[in-house]
């Protein structure tokens, strides 16, 4: 259930803080009984940016898959990561 709070609250900008990375999800703010902001903490906004990427490399891939372009060998790009990355 999504966690929603007046704009009121955000005079208290340190428990509003404290909710953000308690909930570790958006905390949605509303004017007039209507949305208008979204507030969370950087974590959150980190791992949300950072799913949204998967999905679009994800995206991606399925396309090139559907094209019939050539696909890499998974062994080969781990082994090649390694050994740029210094690790044997």
């Known amino acids: 259930m999504p966690e929603i709070r007046p704009i009121k609250d955000l005079r208290n900008t340190t428990e509003i803080s404290e909710?953000?990375?308690q909930i570790?999800?958006?905390?949605?703010?509303?004017?007039n009984g209507?949305?208008?902001l979204v507030v969370m903490s950087i974590e959150t906004y980190e791992r949300s940016l950072g799913?949204?990427?998967l999905y679009q490399k994800l995206a991606e891939a399925e396309?090139?898959?559907k094209n019939g372009e050539e696909l890499l060998d998974g062994d080969e790009v781990f082994k090649d990561l390694k050994k740029k990355h210094g690790r044997k």
């Open 19 to 21: 909710l953000c990375h």
């Open 34 to 36: 209507y949305g208008d």
């Open 51 to 53: 799913k949204l990427e």
């Open 63 to 65: 396309a090139q898959i």
């Open 24 to 31: 570790k999800e958006p905390l949605f703010i509303t004017k």
